[in-house]
């Protein structure tokens, strides 16, 4: 049979069979544990997967996965623990949803940077949705403007909403519709909201912001894909406090930046790494104010991060 992976708990996953929608519990043959290494786990929410059919268990259908099916694209984080390996956080993505807020609490410019980077260099669409603007005053609202701007200017679509104030929400509901999206973003910025406003009948729990540090409660413990309607789809992660590349080479980090990569073969060396290189075009830019400084000091901080261990 063959099934789209709904959610995954570490040993058991939560397979939707396409033949007859029906939901099974699977573990992995053993075999498919050992295919990729470096992966801590080797089948991701939104794989499509071949799995045989076992016996019920006390009365939910069982199954044993066989076979996981070519990716289109997914994308990684850092093990926490194991600095050689990776996690998948998803698998064959339509865009990524990256829920920012400017306080309460603050998304970082160096943390939108890192995880369009990693978007880029696995293929995924990245959208910029900036929730909570009910909250800021005239000045944070001046930042907000600015940062729009910002990411506007390279090709990046943002959203401005409010899912307390129910601003802009229908147009949230629009950029999801006949999508398979991953909505990611630091614990407390409204992903959960954001869930259940999309579809009331999931009941995501919803978490509250720690008023002493202003760090969101995780609220979701695994990767998980909800359904929307019959042709769209998200895909629930779990706060992230912190974001690493896997499998780049410093040397291709500026091919993931947009405004970089549009104008590097005006470089003077082909290998040019922006950084001290005589005629640099992008240094050039930057004196010029065509690549906005934030980007260059974040593409500057990814570069030397030895240990690509990235903090929010």
Known sequence: MQGLVLKSTGNWYEVRAIENNELYYCRL???IRTLDIKATNPVAVGDFVEFDEGEPLDGQAQGMITKIQQRKNHIVRKSVNL???YQVIA?????????????????TSAFIDRFILTAEAFGIETKLVFNKIDLLNKVEAEILKETIEKYESIKYKCFEISIT???????????????????AGNSGVGKSSIVSLLNPDLKVK?????SAHLKGKHTTTFAQMHSIDQHSYIIDTPG????ALSDIEKQEVGLYFKEFFKISSDCKFNNCMHL??????IKKAIEK?????DRYANYLKILEDSEQKYRS
């Not at 919803?206 to 720690?210: D, K, L, M, Y």
């Not at 001290?276 to 075009?281: F, I, L, T, V, Y």
């Not at 104010?289 to 400084?293: A, D, G, Q, R, V």
């Open 29 to 31: 043959k053993g075999k």
């Open 83 to 85: 600095s050689k390996q």
């Open 91 to 107: 698998a064959n993505i339509d865009q990524l949803v990256l829920i920012c807020t400017i306080k309460n609490p603050e998304t």
């Open 165 to 183: 104030k129910s601003i802009n929400t229908e147009q949230l509901k629009a950029l999801f519709h006949k999508k398979t999206s991953l909505i």
């Open 206 to 210: 919803v978490g509250a912001v720690s």
């Open 240 to 243: 992230i406090k912190s974001f």
């Open 276 to 281: 001290n290189e005589p005629s640099c075009a």
């Open 289 to 293: 104010n065509t690549i906005h400084p």
